[in-house]
């Protein structure tokens, strides 16, 4: 007598296999764009124009957004992940740095609970238009979420 696998076998095995693939796909597409940078291992390039930053590992992603100093140093701080609770971050030990070597502290996170994913803005205390001028960038540094010890996020300025 052989051994056979009967349909409904490799069907399943198959739908199992192309679930696993898209879902791999679909994280590294979604990130494909976000490069390399100092923020972790999916950071937006600091040459970018565009006002958002991403920086994955971990098991959570931080997206910051930032229009340029017209915004004074206020941002929209993301943070998604589907396997820790995040209701218990603060980002209130971020800092937010200039070419300069100024830095400014973080208020309190305003950022309603949401489990796996919350967002909210973050504003730095200080003189944001002495700490803008004539700065070449900013970083955004926010430690310790999802196992990474620090994630760095920079905008360049432009005059």
Same mark, same amino acid.
């Given at each position: 007598?052989? =051994?056979?696998?009967?349909?409904?076998?490799?069907?399943?095995?198959?739908?199992?296999?192309?679930?696993?693939?898209?879902?791999?796909?679909?994280?590294?597409?979604?990130?494909?764009?976000?490069?390399?940078?100092?923020?972790?291992?999916?950071?937006?390039?600091?040459? %970018?124009? %565009?006002?958002?930053?991403?920086?994955?590992?971990?098991?959570?992603?931080?997206?910051?957004? /930032?229009?340029?100093?017209?915004?004074?140093? %206020?941002?929209?701080?993301?943070?998604?992940?589907?396997?820790?609770?995040?209701?218990?971050?603060?980002?209130?030990?971020?800092?937010?740095? =200039?070419?300069?070597?100024?830095?400014? %502290?973080?208020?309190?996170?305003?950022?309603?609970?949401?489990?796996?994913?919350?967002?909210?803005?973050?504003?730095?205390?200080?003189?944001?238009?002495?700490?803008?001028?004539?700065?070449? /960038?900013?970083?955004?540094?926010?430690?310790?979420?999802?196992?990474?010890?620090?994630?760095?996020?920079? /905008?360049?300025?432009?005059?």
């Amino acid at each position: 007598m052989r =051994n056979r696998l009967c349909p409904q076998t490799v069907l399943v095995v198959l739908l199992v296999l192309a679930a696993v693939v898209s879902g791999c796909a679909g994280a590294s597409a979604d990130q494909a764009g976000a490069g390399v940078g100092a923020g972790g291992p999916l950071s937006a390039p600091a040459t %970018s124009t %565009s006002p958002e930053r991403i920086s994955g590992g971990g098991a959570v992603t931080v997206k910051a957004r /930032w229009g340029g100093p017209a915004d004074g140093a %206020s941002f929209e701080v993301a943070l998604d992940t589907h396997t820790v609770d995040l209701d218990a971050i603060d980002l209130a030990d971020a800092t937010l740095g =200039n070419d300069r070597g100024e830095k400014l %502290s973080a208020g309190p996170w305003e950022a309603a609970k949401g489990g796996h994913h919350r967002s909210g803005e973050l504003v730095f205390a200080g003189d944001a238009t002495a700490f803008f001028a004539d700065a070449r /960038w900013v970083e955004l540094v926010i430690p310790g979420v999802g196992d990474v010890p620090e994630r760095v996020l920079r /905008w360049e300025i432009v005059p």
